[in-house]
């Protein structure tokens, strides 16, 4: 991947939240239209939504080939965080629990989804943007 330059445009607040709605879709979060909702997006009709799930789907394919990297660095970070946090509970005084083994990997396994998620969504956007460039890289990765 590499960042590239383009120049800036005027972005209206119908870019924005067509934008947010594309991440949301590319994020593949279960009911992205009604989060968008949420989110102040405008309500859309089923045929645009239906084109919507279309073009996000385009646009995550352009960066498949990243996802196991990605879901890498999402299980990492979910690990570290999930840890971390397990060494210190112990130390507010107030707490006094024992938290399941079920709990920490049920934890583990959110954290994971939504890092997951969130960099799915991010880097299809910026690809589709033109901020990055995301082509598979043939040969030997570099030392």
């Given at each position: 991947?590499?960042?590239?330059?383009?120049?800036?445009?005027?972005?209206?607040?119908?870019?924005?939240t067509?934008?947010?709605?594309?991440?949301?879709?590319?994020?593949?979060?279960?009911d992205?239209?009604?989060?968008?909702?949420?989110?102040?997006?405008?309500?859309?009709?089923?045929e645009?939504?239906?084109?919507?799930?279309?073009?996000?789907?385009?646009?995550?394919?352009?960066?498949?080939?990243?996802?196991?990297?990605?879901?890498?660095?999402?299980?990492?970070?979910?690990?570290?965080?999930?840890?971390?946090?397990?060494?210190?509970?112990?130390?507010?005084?107030?707490?006094?629990?024992?938290?399941?083994?079920?709990?920490?990997?049920?934890?583990?396994?959110?954290?994971?989804?939504?890092?997951?998620?969130?960099?799915?969504?991010?880097?299809?956007?910026?690809?589709?943007?033109?901020?990055?460039?995301?082509?598979?890289?043939?040969?030997?990765?570099?030392?």
């Amino acid at each position: 991947m590499m960042f590239r330059k383009k120049k800036p445009a005027d972005v209206t607040l119908s870019d924005v939240t067509a934008r947010i709605r594309g991440y949301l879709y590319d994020s593949q979060v279960s009911d992205a239209e009604h989060i968008s909702l949420i989110l102040g997006c405008s309500a859309i009709s089923e045929e645009v939504e239906d084109k919507e799930a279309d073009e996000s789907d385009y646009r995550v394919a352009q960066v498949q080939h990243l996802i196991p990297i990605m879901y890498a660095y999402a299980h990492a970070m979910a690990e570290g965080v999930v840890e971390h946090q397990r060494e210190h509970l112990d130390e507010d005084d107030d707490v006094d629990v024992e938290v399941p083994s079920a709990a920490w990997a049920s934890t583990r396994k959110v954290f994971t989804q939504i890092a997951m998620n969130s960099l799915l969504g991010a880097v299809s956007q910026l690809v589709d943007m033109g901020y990055l460039k995301a082509t598979p890289r043939k040969g030997k990765v570099r030392k």
